[in-house]
């Protein structure tokens, strides 16, 4: 009977805690001499576990995903993926709990600093969920090549295509320069004739146009500021 | 002139006044000499005691303190000229430009030379501040381009947020030598501020000239490094650096060249420190550091080159025959601010708000000094420890974001000033808009 009980009460807890966690939140951290405004949108609706993103004004960031979500009774963590971040300062975490007066409050760190912020709930969750891979075709299914040239240097891409499914497409991407690039890859579309390459983390994105009677993608590599052509042909 | 004096004391034939001329002259202008050796006299503490005192002004500092007898003087981006004690900290005087004076001012024959952002070039007493004359350039400017560093909109043009130094003169034998955003080299008599001539060349030069055996070496951001004779304005060589039509970040000569032992070494934004051949220009070797700029003059002693670098925040040793890497230590933060060799010790100011002591021969560091600015670290523009956090401070390229996010970056109490080490003391400025003594 106990153990019924306790449960019972575990459960309706959680349930608890999940509806309260869920919605769209704003308030701000207070980091030395700035007030770091947040918007952070939560929602475990579907039964696909919880899912979230979050808008920093003035930032920039507009739905960057939150990855690493956890939410274990009124207590929540979770980082943000692709902005607020780098290779030198690390990625942007929050922690949260819910407090008895329906606030999210914790610490938000980043790049070893940390500030308290408190969230308050002002309605429903609007999860900007990031696009999701689509899968190719099967004529640019396998490895295509090209070179390039950016701020005076010769580079050579390499990019592996392949589908997985539900998963959409896969891409093995590798830039050779003086260095040999293993290149993480965030996003493949293909709309049509119209290929999409991007990888947040370097910010390289490459965008090209399929032709089959030239068997060829021709388009341009973008990093950052820098633009270069770029035709891609299939590997012998 | 260097050498003339050590040849008089060589002899045992100077006089006390010629003693003491050479002991001011080695601290009286940027680098300490005109050749730009970046090597002092006097010897820095190899630990860090205390502020002996701070001299606030209305704006940051830019400029590296240079001195005469116990007298510091310095340029502030308030628009004034200072002169302060370097004991007390106390202001002897001021003189108000009419523009940020971001320059390191020269001292020669009782008479402090510097420029301002008003386009003008002030001779004044060093004693009251008065001015004794002044010279109109074509007007100063910073370097620009269109869309500068990736910034949009791509074609529209940009200032440089970035070229921060104001040139330093280099007074040698009665004339006075600087550069101008007007593109000009200049030498004026430096009695009457006459115009003797002007080398024109395709863009700002920033840099400080260069003097040794009657040729001026300087560097433009038309992308060339520049010879030319001190008595006649007469080019005698140019060597081109690297150069960068879509962005123009990886073009211009900002660093100010050393020149020791009929060689020159200069850093380049094209992300090279060159040696080149003082008599004709030719490449010894050079350096590449993976497009990060070096601005820093570098430093020269025992055949040992000492730099650093922007991005990559790298202080770098090497050999100053071959180019090879004698040691590297990975930094913090960019460093604008030139290495001074001061005894065993080496001073080096650095973008996150630190003045830095390293040991010459091993590189390690001894001290640090970090400004209250720095450590109060607002909007988290730096990491816990110490680097830069671009992510909290470049929001976007777009507008003026990029250049309000620079603002944030130098406004950390930046060190961009070369430090000037006297009596067991040493003198610099920050972006906190004080000039701190610390021994």
Known sequence: MRLFATILFASAALCQAAESAAGRWEGAAQIPGHELKLVVDLSDEGGKGWTGSIIVPGFGVKGAPLVDLHVRGGDLTFAIKGALGNERAGRAELKAHLTPDGHLAGNFTQGGNSAPFVLEKIGPAQVDLPPRNTAVSKELEGEWKGDYEMMGYARHATLKFSNRGAEGAALDFVIVGKKTNNVPVSLVTQDENFLTVKSDEFGITFEGRFSKEAGEIKGTLSQGPLEAPLVLHRSP | ?439
């Open chain 2, 1 to 439: 002139m260097k050498r003339f004096w050590v040849s008089i004391f060589r002899l045992g034939i100077g006089l006390g006044a010629v003693a003491m001329a050479l002991s001011a002259h080695a601290q009286s202008m940027f680098r300490g000499d005109p050749a730009h050796s970046g090597t002092s006299n006097a010897t820095a503490p190899r630990q860090f005691h205390r502020v002996k005192w701070k001299f606030p002004t209305g704006d940051r500092i830019i400029s590296s303190p240079v001195a005469e007898g116990k007298v510091l003087y310095f340029g502030g981006d308030d628009g004034n000229i200072y002169a302060v004690d370097s004991e007390t900290g106390r202001q002897i005087w001021k003189r108000t430009t009419g523009g940020p004076t971001p320059c390191t001012p020269a001292v020669a024959n009782g008479t402090v030379y510097a420029g301002s952002y008003d386009g003008k070039f002030y001779a004044l007493n060093a004693q009251t501040g008065a001015i004794k004359w002044k010279f109109a350039t074509e007007g100063e400017r910073r370097f620009e381009a269109k869309g500068i560093h990736g910034l949009q909109p791509k074609n529209q043009t940009i200032a440089d947020q970035y070229d921060i130094l104001l040139y330093s003169p280099v007074v040698v034998q009665g004339a006075v030598y600087f550069g101008s955003g007007d593109g000009n080299l200049y030498a004026l008599d430096a009695a009457t501020g006459e115009l003797k001539w002007k080398f024109k060349t395709g863009d700002v030069i920033h840099a400080s000239p260069a003097y040794a055996d009657g040729v001026l070496f300087v560097g433009s951001w038309d992308s060339y490094f520049y010879a030319v004779d001190a008595a006649t304005g007469k080019e005698k060589w140019r060597f081109h650096g690297g150069e960068d039509a879509l962005i123009h970040n990886q073009v211009g000569f900002q660093s100010s060249a050393a020149v020791v032992d009929g060689m020159v070494y200069v850093g380049c934004r094209d992300s090279n420190l060159y040696a080149l051949e003082a008599a004709t220009g030719k490449e010894k070797w050079k350096f590449f550091n993976e497009l990060s700029w070096v601005i820093v003059s570098p430093a020269i002693k025992d055949g040992k080159v000492i730099f650093a670098t922007s991005d990559s925040s790298l202080y770098h040793v090497v050999d100053a025959a071959t180019g090879k890497s004698v040691l590297k230590q990975q930094d913090k933060a960019y460093m604008f601010s030139s290495p001074v060799i001061a005894g065993d010790v080496v001073l080096i100011g650095v973008l996150n708000g630190t003045l830095q002591a390293r040991d010459l021969k091993t590189g390690e560091p001894l001290w640090d000094f970090q400004t209250e600015t720095s450590k109060q670290n607002k909007g988290w523009v730096l990491t816990a420890d110490r680097k830069f956090n671009e992510p909290m401070f470049f929001t976007s390229s777009w507008r003026e974001a990029p250049i309000v996010g620079i603002e944030r970056q130098f406004n950390i109490g930046a060190i961009f000033s070369t430090p000037l080490v006297m009596n067991g003391a040493v003198y610099f400025g920050s972006t906190d808009g004080n000039v701190y003594a610390i021994d």
